[in-house]
């Protein structure tokens, strides 16, 4: 509706979102909703094909976590702006056939306080 053309959209973005949101933002869940909506917290492969394993509290496929390890965390190689694969803990052989850049993390604490 942002972006879309017509009679509904203009009515949409011009009369009810400007009169409908701002009651609705000063509640306390609504305001939570939105933003675990919009920043992604809950995103979750933990039923995909390469989502194996367990390593301290990271389980294959959870959302990246902010762990550190020698003074360096995760998150650098997210920098690159390329698929990647992050491994935490053991990298098995047949990860070398995906052809993608991976990263491993040996270390298993978990320290983004987002994250659960």
């Known amino acids: 509706m942002a972006t879309a053309t017509?009679?509904?959209a203009e009515l949409v973005?011009?009369?009810i979102v400007p009169n409908l949101f701002p009651p609705l933002f000063r509640l306390e869940a609504v305001r939570t909703f939105a933003f675990r909506t919009v920043s992604q917290l809950s995103l979750s492969y933990r039923g995909g094909p390469l989502s194996e394993?367990?390593?301290?509290g990271v389980r294959g496929g959870d959302r990246l976590p902010w762990v550190t390890a020698d003074g360096a965390d995760n998150h650098g190689p997210l920098r690159?702006?390329?698929?990647q694969v992050h491994v935490y803990g053991a990298r098995k052989a047949d990860l070398a056939a995906l052809r993608l850049p991976t990263h491993v993390c040996r270390a298993t604490r978990q320290t983004d306080p987002l994250t659960p």
């Open 53 to 56: 394993g367990v390593a301290g």
């Open 6 to 8: 017509g009679k509904l």
């Open 13 to 15: 973005r011009v009369s």
């Open 80 to 83: 690159g702006m390329t698929w």
